[in-house]
Structures are given as C-alpha cells and as structure tokens.
Nanobody, 114 residues
C-alpha cells in the first residue's frame, strides 16, 4: 500500500505560478512511475505529467513548456512546478503512484483567475 498526500494548491492569478507537492509513504520501494492528473468540472480526468523511476518525463500538450514534474526519490516526493498558469488550468489536481496498482492522493484544488 502507498499513501499520498498532496499540498500546494490554491488561488492564483493568470500568468502566476504554483508548486504542488505529493509526499508518499508506505511501500514506496514498490513505486515505479509517478504522475499528476487533473479533473475540471464536467470533464474527464486527464494526465498532466508523468515521471518514470529513471527520470523520464512526458507531458500533456496543453502544459508543455509551462509545467515541470520532478521527483526526490530519497524523500518519496514528487513535485509539479506550474508556471504561466491559465484559467483553463483550473481543476482538482491528483497525484498518482504507479505500482502493480495505482494509488491516488485526495486531490488539491488549483484555481486560476483571469
């Protein structure tokens, strides 16, 4: 089992920045990839960014060049640095840890005002 706790969400004006953190506990040795998903009202949950255990990353086209995912394996923490935020980035952001199962955090609200 893996437990995830997100932090760092909030309200920010457009073109501002936020950094999300996701701390893992439990069987963190079993974690392969980590990622961030988001879900806006009335929309499906979508992948934002993913990072493998080796550090390879991939991003949704909508956030490329604005968002950066990183991980600190020693701390079991993954980060999402979000720059040049847009109102369409408003969503609940979920951290995920991928083992043979997927474990999700509780979500953190990000609201970008125009």
């Amino acid at each position: 089992q893996v437990q995830l706790v997100e932090s760092g969400g909030g309200l920010v004006q457009a073109v501002g920045s936020l950094r999300l953190s996701c701390a893992a506990s439990g069987s963190i040795f079993s974690i392969n990839a980590r990622g961030w998903y988001r879900q806006a009202p009335g929309k499906q949950r979508e992948l934002v960014a993913r990072i493998s255990s080796g550090g390879s990353t991939n991003y949704a086209d909508s956030v490329k060049c604005r968002f950066t995912i990183s991980r600190d394996n020693a701390k079991g923490t993954v980060y999402l640095q979000m720059n040049s935020l847009k109102p369409e980035d408003t969503a609940v952001y979920y951290c995920v840890a991928m083992t043979r199962s997927w474990f999700w955090g509780q979500g953190t609200q990000v609201t970008v005002s125009s």
